[in-house]
């Protein structure tokens, strides 16, 4: 059974969609510390996303900060027909009455450039130039947080956007932590407002085409886990190849 929403100390409920461009910034501060833990070596090991490996999930992430720049440089999203991923899971925006994709086309690795040509550093340097896009969306919306967004023809606030576009980055920058081996956990306070999200704009129809199925947790676990598990992704995850 669904959660009711969280209510405020004078008893009124809070939209948990009202996180915004605040949340936003600090899933993307947080996004920035796990890919800086990445290594040439990391590249093709696996990752908590089924059927992926790092460098799959790097050019998902990339189409993601691609989506969210566009719709806060522009003030609205074009809407593509979804494209199957590695997990079977389109790059989606997706909120309790309407499914909207964004995205560039499947993730392709060396194609990560952003606006330029890869310098001749390798392959790291396309985890740099998502560095880079990850930090200018904190500038993007930062000038966009009153904007109403058109994604797909339909118009969104800009804190759903963020709101959605939070989850994504912040589970994600998780999955590349772990995969890199490295054990970053997802702040509590931050886990704690993205949970409530996840399961506004996840739901039972969006399953198990867009996410995988919900895994159980004990009834004390964190906001992280309860995070992670809701999203289909064992919160205990480890490569077992290292």
Not at 50 to 78: K, P, Y
Not at 141 to 158: E, K, Y
């Amino acid at each position: 059974m669904r959660e009711s929403p969280p209510t405020t100390n004078a008893g009124t409920t809070a939209d948990p969609r009202m996180g915004g461009v605040a949340l936003l910034g600090r899933a993307i501060d947080y996004a920035l510390g796990c890919l800086r833990l990445v290594t040439p070596g990391d590249l093709d090991r696996p990752t908590p996303c089924d059927d992926w490996d790092l460098r799959a999930l790097l050019a998902h992430a990339n189409d993601s900060f691609t989506a969210l720049a566009e719709a806060a440089a522009f003030g609205h999203v074009a809407l593509i027909p979804p494209i199957s991923d590695g997990h079977n899971k389109p790059n989606a925006i997706t909120t309790a009455e309407t499914t909207v994709t964004a995205t560039h086309g499947p993730p392709v690795a060396g194609d990560w450039t952003l606006g330029g040509p890869v310098v001749d550093g390798g392959e790291l340097d396309h985890v740099l130039s998502l560095r880079d896009r990850a930090t200018s969306l904190l500038h993007a919306w930062a000038n966009a947080r009153d904007a109403i967004v058109s994604v797909g023809g339909c118009p969104l606030t800009a804190a759903m956007v963020c709101g959605v576009g939070a989850v994504e980055v912040t589970v994600h920058a998780w999955d590349v932590a772990r995969s890199c081996g490295h054990h970053t956990p997802i702040p509590a306070p931050m886990a704690a407002e993205l949970l409530p999200l996840a399961r506004l704009f996840a739901t039972d129809a969006d399953r198990p085409a867009r996410f995988a199925l919900p895994l159980d947790t004990a009834p004390q676990a964190s906001a992280q886990d309860r995070l992670l598990a809701y999203l289909g992704r064992d919160p205990h995850w480890t490569d077992n190849s290292r």
